[in-house]
């Protein structure tokens, strides 16, 4: 059974720093990459960053490149998504999924149950 769990989530004030993790099973790790998400209320679900565990490129949207920094321990199946200098705007559910890569919902095959994330003013 594949199986994604997101955790780290949490409260942090604006400035401050979360790490999130995504510990993958059930499948081959290194056959996929993985991708982190995010939605606020009555936004879209959008893509923030992703690894290809193939070969560990990394690639990052615009909006949190130099806050944001994307890891794969491979021995662990997990990965994890450090964020800092967050601010009250990355307030949302995170999402880990495992799939080809990229930024859009419909590149990945499986998800996470999601973490919440909450920056303060």
């Known amino acids: 059974e594949v199986q994604l769990v997101e955790s780290g989530g949490g409260l942090v004030q604006a400035g401050g720093s979360l790490r999130l993790s995504c510990a993958a099973s059930g499948f081959v790790f290194d056959d996929y990459a993985i991708g982190w998400f995010r939605q606020a209320p009555g936004k879209e679900r959008e893509g923030i960053s992703c690894?290809?565990?193939?070969?560990?490129?990394?690639y990052y949207r615009d909006f949190v490149k130099g806050r944001f920094t994307i890891s794969s321990d491979r021995a662990e199946n997990t990965v994890y998504l450090q964020m800092d200098s967050l601010k009250p705007e990355d307030t949302a559910v995170y999402y880990c999924?495992?799939?080809?890569?990229?930024?859009?919902?419909?590149?990945?095959?499986?998800w996470g149950q999601g973490t919440q994330v909450t920056v303060s003013s």
């Open positions: 690894i290809m565990n193939n070969d560990g490129s990394t």
């Open positions: 999924a495992a799939g080809t890569g990229g930024f859009t919902v419909l590149e990945y095959d499986y």
